[in-house]
């Protein structure tokens, strides 16, 4: 969603991504925040040239920068750094332990400019780096639901608390199905357009039943059980049965819905005792899968009911 960042601080702390990070001046300003997950190297920023220059991406120094910044003139190096010093710079990086002049350090202390450094080498760690910020600035959403993995096909169960959702779950398990993330399901969108649902760190593999309590499906039924991420392909809406509703028979119009500007499937299902949901959920998954390859039931009925009324001659009505 608009208005994701991160602080220069969360970049300095990561350890999952293997960044190796330390801090060299400009600790007081490790609270400003990144919000593109672009980089960009200011060589020409740093011979005067600040026409094109983002101060709001992470600005990564390598080898080609330093060694110009020590091989010229001091008094043009501290004038174009002063000048680059100016722009409300998020953060430099230096690549490959090298040593940054100490008139940038200075200028960056005095100006709150965090200025890192890290081992690796400018190509690897702007791969590392970029990796990094578009997993962690990707638009986010939490929805009450429950993620499965229904034979390859990623679906979301939703409905009111209680209609049942853990309890189809669990039966789907029970199956050979797969959870992803039961009651809070963490979904963020991986461009162009692909939504990943997983579960929240502290819920991950658990499951509620009422009257049983919180279980472990892993410890239950082993790590086949479970997956920890899903592309969401598809949403089940239960609903609790309506004899005043009509609800959809031929499944000739497919439905949508909208989840962080991606549509995707929308199918609602009435519960009502004696209905083998895990069954009618398995079909969804089936119909899903053959519809991705271009083979839709419905509207295959329908096309041949048409063409059997349109061959029809006239006269032929039964009197």
């Not at 220059?53 to 080898?63: A, E, K």
């Not at 000048?83 to 100006?111: D, G, H, Q, W, Y």
Request: proline fraction near 4%.
């Amino acid at each position: 969603m608009d208005g994701i960042s991160l602080s220069i601080q969360e970049i300095l702390h990561d350890n999952e991504y293997g960044l190796g990070l330390s801090l060299l001046a400009g600790g007081r300003g490790l609270a400003q925040r990144v919000s593109s997950s672009r980089i960009q190297k200011p060589g020409l920023a740093l011979a005067g040239y600040t026409e094109h220059l983002h101060p709001d991406r992470l600005q990564v120094l390598g080898n080609t920068e330093i060694s110009y910044l020590n091989a010229t003139d001091c008094q043009i190096v501290e004038r174009n750094l002063a000048a680059l010093c100016t722009f409300p710079i998020s953060c430099f990086i230096v690549t490959k332990n090298l040593s940054p002049p100490r008139m940038l350090l200075e200028l960056a202390e005095a100006r709150a400019i965090p200025v890192l450094a890290t081992a690796h080498q400018s190509s690897t760690f702007i791969s590392l780096i970029t990796k990094f910020l578009e997993e962690r600035l990707l638009p986010t959403i939490h929805t009450h639901g429950v993620l499965m993995d229904v034979l390859g096909v990623g679906v979301l169960l939703s409905g009111k608390s209680g209609i049942g959702k853990s309890e189809c779950a669990l039966d789907l398990v029970i199956r050979g199905h797969r959870l992803v993330a039961d009651d809070m399901v963490f979904i963020k969108k991986k461009m162009p357009a692909v939504l990943i649902g997983q579960a929240e760190e502290a819920l991950q593999y658990l499951m509620e039943i009422r009257g049983l309590g919180i279980i472990n499906i892993k410890d239950l039924y082993g790590v086949s059980a479970i997956r920890d991420k899903k592309i969401v392909d598809m949403q089940l809406e239960l609903v609790e049965w309506d004899e005043t509703q009509e609800y959809d028979r031929l499944g000739v119009d497919d439905r949508t819905t909208s989840i962080l500007g991606i549509e995707i499937p929308h199918i609602v299902i009435p519960v009502r005792p004696g209905r083998n949901l895990g069954s009618i959920i398995e079909v969804a998954a089936r119909n899903n899968l053959l519809k991705g390859m271009g083979c839709h039931s419905a509207r295959d009925f329908q096309e041949r009911l048409m063409a059997r009324i349109e061959a029809r001659p006239l006269g032929d009505e039964v009197e």
